[in-house]
């Protein structure tokens, strides 16, 4: 299989609570398999749920149907 690259970072700063919840989730649904594209948007979702705004800063560029793949 190909190899693919991915930047996940913020638009502006984020509190360490929102941004941990945000890392969590978004790798938790990697390691489960979920593409690039559903681990954002349930990691975006997560965070929102912890009631902080800055779930808007996440920027997640790469394939969206990428997944991890653990060698």
């Known amino acids: ?3 693919a690259g991915a930047f996940v970072g913020t638009l502006w700063s ?3 609570v929102p941004a941990r919840v945000f890392t969590e989730t978004f790798y938790t649904q990697l390691l489960a398999g979920k593409t690039v594209a559903e681990a ?3 990691a975006r ?3 929102r749920a912890d009631g902080d705004a800055t779930w808007l800063a996440y ?3 790469a394939h969206p ?3 991890l793949s653990c060698q």
């Open 45 to 47: 979702e997560q965070a």
């Open 59 to 61: 920027a997640v560029y």
């Open 14 to 16: 984020v509190g360490d």
């Open 65 to 67: 149907h990428a997944t």
């Open 40 to 42: 954002a948007v349930e």
């Open 1 to 3: 299989k190909g190899q």
